[in-house]
């Protein structure tokens, strides 16, 4: 996990070395231009920047989130790691869509829904390894009196099926890992209803948390978009297209 925190701003200094070394070598021996480049694409590929690749920034969140909340109960170091993870993440990923890389594109909210989608199974595993490392006798021993697995007797494998430690009466007496194991039921069951749920609202045109809309006005008489800005945006405007042109584009 604290690879997670070092690694994005090791490799942000590499790429920032990368993208100046190139520069560095555009402008030697340029002459009076300033630059080598011979077209307008070679020089915006070298000076604006690279792509902006979104779906990797989704890829590390999930990761982070996955591996805290499967080991988080046991290792609740993990928590304040994952946050400083975000946190650079954060810092980087703003910094990056301001000054480094090129506007990326209009994404809809299809990617973020789908990453969402994945991420409400995040906490069937903090509840559940949760209840399995903090009511397993193997686990809660010290390094001091450990006493490794050396018969089917062994606590931790004495009912092979397991059937014994997942029931549901399991969570009344065994403390708050009965209460992680209540919950991780009650969640499951949220997670498999949901859908029949939603199927026979849209199949009978019912919905049971409908909110009433009607009365909220919308005001649709929207003027154009250049007297929606404000009097900093127009300049901003302006000399954005001033600079644009003066590149060719």
Not at 15 to 40: N, P, W
Not at 44 to 59: D, E
Request: charged share 15%; proline share 6%; net charge negative.
């Amino acid at each position: 996990m604290k690879i997670n925190i070092v690694m994005p701003i090791a490799l942000e200094f590499v790429y920032f070395g990368i993208r100046t070394l190139k520069r560095i070598l555009d402008r030697v021996g340029a002459g009076e231009s300033g630059t080598k480049c011979t077209t307008i694409q070679q020089y915006v590929n070298i000076y604006a920047g690279s792509l902006y690749l979104m779906q990797f920034k989704y890829s590390a969140i999930m990761t982070i989130v996955y591996i805290t909340f499967m080991f988080g109960a046991g290792m609740p170091v993990l928590f304040p790691l994952a946050s400083a993870a975000f946190f650079t993440l954060y810092l980087l990923e703003t910094t990056s869509l301001h000054y480094i890389h090129q506007t990326p594109p209009a994404y809809d909210v299809e990617l973020n829904d789908a990453c969402l989608g994945k991420l409400q199974f995040a906490p069937l595993l903090l509840l559940s390894f949760g209840y399995w490392m903090t009511t397993n006798p193997q686990l809660q021993q010290s390094y001091k009196n450990f006493i490794p697995l050396q018969t089917k007797d062994s606590p931790f494998i004495s009912d092979p099926d397991g059937s014994a430690y997942i029931r549901p009466s399991c969570s009344l007496p065994a403390g708050p890992g009965g209460a992680m194991l209540g919950f991780f039921y009650v969640y499951l069951i949220y997670l498999i209803m949901r859908g029949p749920i939603r199927f026979i609202e849209k199949s009978c045109d019912c919905k049971l948390n409908k909110a009433d809309l009607s009365h909220i006005e919308v005001d649709e008489q929207i003027p154009p978009y250049q007297q929606c800005l404000d009097e900093d945006d127009r300049s901003w405007t302006v000399e954005e297209e001033k600079l644009l042109r003066s590149y060719g584009l």
